[in-house]
């Protein structure tokens, strides 16, 4: 579904990425692990081109899209939560969905808005609701329902469970498990181990822009030498 290869991305002279590799197969929840600054977000952002690799590849669906404008990446069926969730504060929470309304595409799940308030639950309950009046967890979930309505076939989450309630972080890996069901591909970035454990396939530990583990997470269990110099606060 996804193949990285050899990502390097810099912001101005800055370097950032260094050689990033990894691959996610489809229907796959691969977790991109690492502390604060590790490369995480960039490495979305570069998948997205949002913030365009000056070396290496992206090849989604066996297509190379690096380089292309990100509205095209959209288009062509990748869909990205940013971790600021962006929503149209002045806009219901059914306004929000619509505004990411695309067509149903072939090989990827069509989203409904009875199939998304399905999914979360809490969002129906607001539907009628500002953007500004729910609070950081439905966010989230209105961010990454609005997200589904473009009908991705692949999902790039940015730390879905950072800064919002445990039991919001449960119904979150709830949703993340019930997406793998559908059929989607998942590539999230995360600081949370337990939570990459309760909703991952494999793991990818970033450390200061390259790449120091890429296997499953009981894989990394087994290794727990890796854990400890990567993920260890």
């Known amino acids: 579904m ?12 800055a370097q950032v990425l260094h050689g990033v590799s990894f691959d996610a197969r489809a229907g796959e929840v691969v977790a991109l692990l690492g502390r604060n600054g590790a490369g995480k977000t960039t490495t979305l952002k570069s998948v997205m081109q949002l913030v365009p690799p000056r070396r290496g590849r992206v090849t989604f669906r066996g297509q190379d899209i690096t380089r292309w404008p990100p509205h095209r990446v959209a288009k062509a069926g990748l869909g990205y939560v940013p971790e600021e969730r962006r ?7 059914a306004e929000n969905l619509e505004v990411g309304r695309q067509r149903p595409r072939e090989g990827a799940a069509p989203w ?14 607001r539907r009628g609701n500002l953007g500004k009046a729910l609070s950081g ?8 329902a609005r997200t589904l309505m ?12 950072e800064g919002i309630a ?9 949703a993340i498990l019930r997406l793998k069901s559908e059929g989607l591909t998942v590539l999230l ?5 337990h939570f990459a454990h309760a909703v991952a396939d494999r793991a ?16 990394l269990d087994a290794q727990p030498q890796v854990r400890d110099a990567y993920l260890s606060v």
């Not at 929503?87 to 929470?93: C, K, R």
């Not at 409904?112 to 309950?125: C, G, K, Q, R």
């Not at 009908?151 to 469970?161: A, I, T």
């Open 150 to 161: 473009g009908n991705p076939s692949l999902v790039l989450l940015d730390e879905p469970s």
């Open 2 to 13: 996804l193949s990285v290869s050899g990502l390097e991305t810099f912001y101005g002279r």
């Open 87 to 93: 929503i149209f504060t002045q806009l219901t929470v």
């Open 112 to 125: 409904t808005e009875a199939a998304l308030f399905d999914l979360f639950p809490n969002l129906a309950e």
């Open 166 to 174: 445990p039991v919001i972080v449960e119904q979150m890996a709830a």
């Open 189 to 193: 970035s995360e600081q949370n181990l």
């Open 204 to 219: 990818v530990i970033l450390e200061h822009g390259a790449v120091r583990f890429d296997g499953t997470l009981a894989e």
């Open 137 to 144: 967890g439905e966010q989230q979930m209105l961010t990454i």
